[in-house]
DNA sequence: GATGAATGAGCCTTCATTCAT
DNA sequence: CATGAATGAAGGCTCATTCAT
């Protein structure tokens, strides 16, 4: 008798109820080590009570991959869409290392857990979970890559495993961010992109003169 | 027949077996969280039992201490040794890119738990280790930051703030243990290093068409 | 039908679980010492689950110091209203000692803690535990005291220290107790009491002929 | 072989460990509980290693009641050569009041456990033990609830019962103890002694004009 | 016999999860 | 649906006891 098309109003409290429940959990992520943050905080951070999150969320693991889900999908949309935009592939990465650096900063908190849970190889988190997280880090790294071949392919970039450049154009990204909190919020991240982009650019750029100063 | 002229027996026993847990709780690191790892897992992967860790150790909290000290301590001398050494400041710093990538690759295991560690902020850590830690953080970002002036100074270098560049530096070298780990160990570091420094170098070094997009 | 005035149900079930705890654990402590009773026999003895001790005790310490302290401030307050009350010294004294009688024989329990606490001088103990706990003891010690040196100073009592006639008071109370669990509760204390006043007031009392050997 | 009647020195010096351990243990318990007192403190105190305490000892346990009971025995014995001595009923109570302020002078720290133990009822003790600490409590309150009950019979007492009498005697000696304790030992049990002996000679003594005040 | 390193049962406490209200 | 009191598994740590040297 309800039309099951237009979201009824119990499907917005339930949205709201899980963005705010969200919000809170990485909140609380930006500062704190997964393990030490407790589902009683993130309860009383979301203005819920603590049963309340296990009416959204499955558990406490549960919580904290929909986190990372949640931003990864986004982000890898958005990188897509840079790739399939128009521009020179160092056009592109340039963009990408933009876009990095903004999710950066926006999602600072998640990346630690991110980084382990792809480090733990499955131990102890559900399979399903990493199986995810790992198809999420295979095509990011798939996409930047492509970019990084292209440029290569197209005797614009220095012959190197795109892979690896890949991998150091996020590397530098992080870098930014500990930077960041290193430095105490004292220097903007748009003070930092410029330099990150010299760098790439300026080591990437195949060059006549670029004499590798073998260790 | 070989009698070595001081260490008496029980010694020997106590470095061998705090090495062997030392080792043990290295190992586990590695792939898991310092908090998820629980005391009686490093005894049993240590082959001791669970009060055994006690005689060697006041507690988690002075093991971890100690793994993390102990090679960190390690590399900021020989960091050092190198800034004190001869050459320029470019060869220094891949000097240094040098060493770090070796560590890294010796004792990868530490590396997040260093890294998380001191984006937590000492918040449910022992704030004894954790001052130690910023100690050693700061020496490091220091040193090489001193490096980056340097060169900045002469005028090879390309004039952007030296301390995000020793964080750059880091960023990349983390980057390559990423790398092998996603890789597999397919890859050697020794492919690498050259990448790595290339991107440093031409990054780094002032080049008349070097057009830096100033924010 | 019968709603009284404020109480929340909250707060009766709050009152009603501290009240089955600390009973528990008094019960405990009537035979076992502080140090070996353990919260789950407590949380056994109470009927709920360890961890519920928690959600209305901060931990061991703090249970032990309101089971101590509930009593203590009561029997307190008791006998200042005697000490301020009118009668002789004599008299005072006399309603002391059946007060004491009868929290001995209420809280029985509880004298062997606190006696061993008073005596192990904080080591071990939680220090604002044992200062509180000094405080009472002071407190009770001085209160009954002032009723001895009263009497002394009235020429009613025999020239002793006051303070020592405090503690032998105590010390027959006390005596009375074991007298109880010994004779397996088949003597009332009510026997007890004249025997104990009359060794007070007769050994208290100035007489002529009581050859005091002064020291 | 070897005569057994004369001591061999092995026995000698387990003679002399066996003390040495007791005497440690005796003084770590003057200001601690038994359950805070560990073996490691023990052995320490007596000059000893841990593991040799279980070569003249069961176990934690055994020592303690060995400690107990050493002391009881012998001090049973002395109040057995008081009974059986000459005098009045008086004059050997006020002798065995002075015996009893004199061991609890020298062994306060036994007193607390030896009441404990009394009063746990074998629970968690082992049973052979706790009958003879029984029996040593029986010896001891028959023996001088007998000088009581004499002295009742012969019309120099109250009438009141003799083993309550024998409870008082002791919570009054005991009360002693407490009281230099709390001095801190500023007052020499000497001073004591005779105001206890007057309480008790005064008010156990029969007299016209004894009006015991009813509470 | 003496030693003390090793053991592991057991303690206090925390916190993810459940479920009656 | 929302709540938060209750639960109990699990963690860090202590210490009585054992046993190879």
Redesign the interface.
Known sequence: MNSPSKPTKKEIVTEFRTREILAAARRLLQ??????VTMEEIAAAAGVAKGTIYLYFQGKEDLIQDLITQVGEQMLADIEAIVQGSGTPLEKIQQVASLLLDYLMRERALF?AY??DL???G??TATTYWQHLQEM?EKF?TMVTRLFADGIEAGQF?P??P???T??????????G??Q???GQR?AV????????????????R?PQ??????
Chains 1, 2, 3, 4 share one sequence.
């Open positions: 500062s704190r080590g997964v393990e030490s630690p980084a382990r480090l733990q190889g131990r102890g880090e790294v220095i190197a495993d892979r690896l450049l991998f150091l154009l996020r590397g530098m990204v992080r870098a930014v500990y930077f909190v290193s430095a220097k748009q003070e930092a992109l410029p330099v990150l982009l010299t760098l790439l650019s300026s080591g990437l750029t060059q670029a004499e590798v100063a073998a260790g």
